[in-house]
């Protein structure tokens, strides 16, 4: 390991440290959210997420596509927040809705815990300077939320353009919360990612950075079944 992978190495345990720091957290905990209601929870179908879905063209089409499962888009940015909306709202697919807004307090407040099956985080915002990093989502108090309202088995899907944000969510994923990687490093085709079914680009960021010959990235993580331990 060189004297840069060691430094970011050590900075980046600290830095895990500090998720666990109630103060960080706290600053949300009065923050009011409308956006995910218990009634979305009620629903009889395996449900997964998309935080950041844009204008919602990725999960509009993946409804159609799993009818048999029921898929919740969150947007924060206004003008492609209010897209989805209106896309979820005039779609034939009925197993999926959009919603805009910040997913950070609905996340916090609004989801049951060991109820989503799968979270996607597609193209985040990768927050490049050392300052910024306590922003990047595998650094933020929303991470241990991410994992507690995941179901045992349920999967996290990131992608990147930035090699950096994956290799640290990698260790982060299985350092601190010990979850199981599944699949790491250049995007790729298999079971658990769709890039079959969307082979110019699931996103719209995604078939940009591909069609300019950009690198993608992409991390896989799955939450233990309970006793996983005992069948390996």
Known sequence: MNY???YNLTRLKY???QIQDRKREQGWSGVKHHLLTP???AHPNKIWLDIGA???TFFSDLATLHPDRFLIAIERCKLRGQ???R???KTEARNWVGLRGNAIPALIHGVPSERLERI???YPCPWPKNSQRKHRWYMHPIMPHLVRTLEPGGLILWASDQQFYIDEAKWVCESIYGLTTLNHGPIKANRHNHLDQFQGGRTKFERSFLESGQPC???IVQKPLPNAHLLS
């Open 83 to 85: 897209r989805l909306v």
């Open 120 to 122: 996607y985080v597609m």
């Open 15 to 17: 830095d895990c440290s």
């Open 217 to 219: 990235y992409e991390l």
């Open 39 to 41: 009634e979305l929870f």
């Open 54 to 56: 844009g204008s919602g």
């Open 87 to 89: 896309k979820a709202a």
């Open 4 to 6: 840069r992978a060691e």
